[in-house]
């Protein structure tokens, strides 16, 4: 195992925070302007706007200017890999459970 992080663990550190994760659901229903994100938080803005810098930074979510306006959009194909991952995971201890079912079973019968 290598000290460098892969992207699966900037997104899987970006989306350890709530404030990431509310925004991440938020940003799910449409782009939203830097101000929007941030009205739920009570937060500066300096402060909201460093959790936008590494969501960011991971890839989950990119950002557009238009005069002074900064919005934010989803970017849901960064998502896929954590999807991926998650779901191998999910398949890993599907089997195994079964497995353990079927020798408690077997357990019981004998």
């Not at 550190?13 to 994760?21: F, H, K, V």
């Not at 101000?35 to 930074?57: C, D, K, N, W």
């Not at 970017?75 to 398949?91: I, P, V």
């Amino acid at each position: 195992m290598t000290n460098a992080s892969t992207p699966l663990d900037r997104i899987f550190q970006a989306l350890s925070d709530p404030t990431r994760r509310a925004v991440v659901e938020r940003l799910a229903l449409g782009p939203a302007s830097v101000s929007e994100l941030a009205h739920p938080f009570s937060m500066a803005l300096p402060s909201f706007a460093q959790h936008l810098r590494v969501l960011e930074g991971c890839g989950l979510v990119v950002s557009r200017k238009t005069g002074r306006v900064r919005t934010y959009a989803l970017e849901a194909e960064a998502l896929s890999g954590a999807q991926d991952w998650l779901q191998g995971q999910r398949d890993q201890w599907t089997r195994r459970l079964d497995q353990l079912d079927h020798y408690l079973l077997q357990m019981k019968e004998t």
